[in-house]
Nanobody
Framework: QVQLVESGGGLVQPGGSLRLSCAAS????????MGWYRQAPGKQRELVAT???????DYEDSVKGRFTISRDDAKNTVYLRMNSLKTEDTAVYYC???????????????WGQGTQVTVSS
């Protein structure tokens, strides 16, 4: 019913930048919160940043001042601009969206398939 497709991952040197994109498509009436999470090898998935429909943002402490989340509601797309990347940012990055399918449906949560970000010299 709904697909979230991420793009923009890759290999970057420490101090470099990347921009991730995640586009939602399918049976979507409205999207509340969209966000980014990451999972490094051997670790649990953790929140990176979220943005709700009102523009309120929330960031994990280690990325504050370096990462910026934004969204384009006309395109059902969320972005993550990552600057000053560090080796510890290496992980698979997943986007998620809390959305409704019509005006009377409850909210459902969907996840993307993940995109690899590797920070290495």
């Amino acid at each position: 019913q709904v697909q979230l497709v991420e793009s923009g991952g890759g290999l970057v040197q420490p101090g470099g930048s990347l921009r991730l994109s995640c586009a939602a498509s399918g049976s979507i009436f409205s999207i509340n919160t969209m966000g980014w999470y990451r999972q490094a090898p051997g670790k649990q998935r953790e929140l990176v940043a979220t943005m709700n429909s009102g523009g309120r943002t929330d960031y994990e402490d280690s990325v504050k001042g370096r990462f910026t989340i934004s969204r384009d509601d006309a395109k059902n797309t969320v972005y993550l601009r990552m600057n000053s990347l560090k080796t510890e940012d290496t992980a698979v990055y997943y986007c998620d969206a809390d959305l409704t399918h019509n005006s009377w449906s409850p909210q459902f949560r969907y996840w993307g398939q993940g995109t690899q970000v590797t920070v290495s010299s």
